[in-house]
């Protein structure tokens, strides 16, 4: 049994994986829909509703932090590779994204491309904590 003001430890570690040189609005975005891939597969990980001193009820959000990292291109390959490699479901943002407006769109850009040539701007990763360290090294946190 923990006391309510214990510090909360996760055994698990969310994590979003930036390449370097997008533009802000890009980095928003890319994090916003890889975190949402993150969140479908491990809906588990999804905390309570939130309520305001009034009662207001909020959208319950990922109960754990998610850290946001970035690199290079050969960073975010190599972490690419190596999720895949420890057998992590992650998710991935590609550039040809940027041109597409709907889930379908999106999902037929990624199918059209061989993995080895995915053009990735990002991935989303969730796993235990000492495998996910080992799949972003070489990743710095995003300033």
């Not at 802000?24 to 891939?37: D, I, R």
């Not at 309570?48 to 946001?68: C, H, I, K, R, S």
């Not at 291109?73 to 041109?99: C, K, P, Q, Y």
């Amino acid at each position: 049994m923990t006391q309510d003001n214990e510090p909360v430890r996760f055994d698990t570690k969310f994590a979003v994986l930036l390449r370097d040189g997008l533009l802000p609005w890009q980095e928003l975005n890319v994090t916003a829909f890889l975190v949402s891939g993150l969140t479908a597969a491990v809906p588990e990980r999804v905390g309570e509703p939130y309520l305001d001193a009034d009662g207001t009820e909020y959208l319950p959000m990922l109960g754990q932090p998610v850290l946001v990292l970035q690199g290079g291109e050969e960073t975010v390959t190599a972490a690419h590779e190596r999720a895949l490699g420890r057998g992590l479901r992650i998710s991935v943002f590609t550039a040809d994204l940027f041109a597409t407006g709907n889930d379908r769109d999106n999902r037929a850009a990624v199918a059209a491309v061989p993995r080895s040539r995915l053009d990735l701007v990002g991935i989303g990763v969730h796993g235990p904590k000492n495998t996910v360290d080992k799949v972003l090294k070489g990743a710095r946190m995003h300033p």
